[in-house]
Every structure is written in C-alpha cells, then in structure tokens.
C-alpha cells in the first residue's frame, strides 16, 4: 500500500467515475458537437451565475487564456509572489503573452486591496507598463490551502473597477475553499470577470479544468484555446468524469480538510517540528527544528510507503485527497508518533 500525499493531483479515477466514463455521449467538441463537454460547460456556468464556460485540459491552459483574454503585449499583471500563475506555469505570462508580473509580498499567498493600489502603475505614466489585470488565487498552493474573506475580495473588486483593471481568479482549488467557508459559488460568479477552476485536484476526475465568464469573453477564449493546441475531440469522456465529481466528490472535502486538520494538530506536538502554518483545507505546510533534516524525514518515511514533498528552505508539505482514507490516516499518524532521527 502506497501513500502518496504529494499532491492531490495524485487520485485515480474510481470505479463508478469510470462507469460514468464509459456511459458518456460523445461527438467532436472542436465542432462544438460534444453533449458531455456541453452539460458540464453549463452546470458550471449555471453553478457560478456565469454566462459561459469552456472546457480545458488543464488549469494552467485556462489560466493562460484568461491572461491572454484580458491583456495586451507590454500589459502587466498584478498577482502574489507565490501565485501559480507566475511560478509554476512555464513562464506563460511572458511567453504566450508578452505580459510582465508585479508580484505582491502577500501573506500566504494572499493580498489585499491596498497592496494593489500601490502597485498599480498610473495609466498615463507611458513609461512603466499598463497594468490591465490582476489574478488571484483561493485556495493558495503555495501559500498553504489559505482562503480569502469575501470581504476582503469585494475591496479588491472595487479597485480593479476603478481603474479598469479585470479580475482573474484562479479557482483550481475553489471547492476546499466553498466548502470550508460555507460559501456559494455564486458569490464568486458576480465579482470576477474570469474563472478558473479544476476539476482534476480535489474532486478526482483524471483530467479537467474550466473556465467561465461572459459570452464574448469564453467566445475569445475559444479561438485562443485553439491557438494553443487545446481543442480535444471526443472530450465528453473526460468531461464525463468532471460531471461525476461534481456531484459526488465536493462536499466529501470535508474529509480531506479534517485529516489534513487533525495531522497538523497531531504534528504540532512533536518535539522536532518547529512550526505546523494553520491548516483551513487540505494542504498543510510544517518545518522541522534547524537540526533536522528534511530529506531525512522524507527518506524515513519513503520507507514506510508514505510519501510528502519538500518546499525547499526548510518546508515540507502534505496534501490530503480523495485516496486518502481513515485506515491510512491512522496509519500515517502513527509512523509520525513512531518517527526517531
Ligand atoms: C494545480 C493548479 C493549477 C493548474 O494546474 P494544472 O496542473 O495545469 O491543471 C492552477 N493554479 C493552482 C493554484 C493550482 O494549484
């Protein structure tokens, strides 16, 4: 038995999402003639008040093609130091762009509105670049599964509609964060002009992301999607799959935020861990006392099937999901009572 609380990218497709799989009705979704592809495209516009929504194979695709959407070459962005979007996507923004980052030192991967209107350039100042857009991201990856107050978000639009900036979310892990805050979908519809979220974290499904926002932006992002290669044809397999999760795998979530709660309480007590950073999801993020080391406590427990990744500079990480069940809970909590350096 193998546990592996890397990722929550790590689940496999279960037997009855599989089924659900197998059942799909397909067509060509590039002719826009794929019914799966189309009902999971409406639920989840439905889901967010939104106008439209467009399938993706992948989160970073549909976050790329909002930044593509919303600026234009020479453009600056504004987001978190730690965000996605500008760590862990290749150089997107640049690259597919020609778009610049003003990175914000948030707090775990979070910021707020006033350090926004500090970093907006002024739009007739020609010599700094035009800042058209700002991204956020909740839950944060880096920053540890943190969600953001509605509040604080609703300040944040206010900035972005004063100074025509649009507002991108990056929703991969949205539904940890709905489901920890109680919150409604729609409450995040009606402030961001895009949003991205996956299917293929939390909820399960092998391979899926979406973006949603108004008729004519989803019809741009469309022709974009094509530009970058992500037209799928018979895609209401995979679509398939997002539908399932999207009725059975969200409000199990609960689960993997009280394991992942529970484990951070149960490290916090060890007498080599330094600090456990509070757990609001499923991601929780520790760092060991300065004598020991990390690639030791990942080799230790490597040898007993459980397997957690290194941050760097001290951090590790776990990251509870689906496959992660009560017995290997049990099992994972007592190899850390056992651990000896
Ligand atoms: C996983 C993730 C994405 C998208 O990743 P893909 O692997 O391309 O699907 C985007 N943003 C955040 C915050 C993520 O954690």
């Known amino acids: 038995m193998e546990i592996n609380l890397i990722s929550d990218t790590v689940t496999k497709p279960s037997h009855e999402m599989l089924q659900h799989m197998f059942r799909a009705q397909v067509g060509d979704d590039v002719y826009k ?10 639920t989840l516009a439905g889901l967010f008040g939104m106008e439209a929504a467009l399938f993706f194979p992948s989160g970073t695709m549909a976050n790329q093609t ?5 600026t234009q070459p020479g453009d600056e962005m504004i987001c978190d130091k730690w965000a996605h979007v500008y760590n862990y996507e290749g150089g997107g923004a640049a690259f597919n762009s020609g778009v610049s980052c003003r990175l914000i030192d948030g707090h775990r991967g979070m910021i707020t509105a006033n350090q926004i209107v500090e970093a907006i350039n002024p739009p007739d100042f020609y010599h700094s670049p035009l800042t058209t857009l700002v991204t956020i991201e909740n839950t944060t990856n880096k920053g540890g599964g943190a969600c953001y107050d509605l509040p604080n978000l609703v300040e944040i639009k206010d900035v972005c509609t004063k100074n025509k900036l649009k507002f991108h979310l990056d929703g991969a892990r949205i539904w940890n964060a709905l489901v920890a ?8 519809g009606q402030m961001f002009d895009t949003i991205s979220v996956c299917l293929s974290k939390g909820l399960g499904a092998p391979v899926g992301s979406v973006l949603m926002g108004s008729h004519d932006d989803i019809k741009k992002a469309l022709r974009i999607r094509k530009v970058f290669g992500g037209g799928m044809r018979q895609a209401g397999y995979l679509a398939a799959a997002g539908l399932y999760a999207l009725q059975n795998n969200v409000g199990r979530l609960e689960e993997d ?3 992942a709660r529970q484990l951070g309480g149960f490290l916090q007590q060890l007498p080599w861990i330094e600090k456990v950073e509070p757990v609001e999801t499923n991601i929780l993020i520790f760092s060991l006392k300065p004598q020991y080391s990390e690639t030791a406590l990942i080799e230790k427990l490597k040898q007993k099937s459980i397997f957690i990744s290194s941050l760097g500079k001290g951090k590790l990480r776990i990251v509870t999901h689906l496959d992660y069940k009560e017995v290997m809970h049990n099992y994972v909590l007592e190899a850390f009572q056992k651990m000896t350096f």
Do not use: C, S
């Open 33 to 42: 003639q794929d019914p799966t592809v189309i009902e999971l495209e409406e």
């Open 66 to 70: 909002a930044i593509k959407l919303h």
């Open 181 to 188: 805050r109680k919150q409604h979908p729609k409450q995040f």
């Open 257 to 259: 935020h009280r394991r």
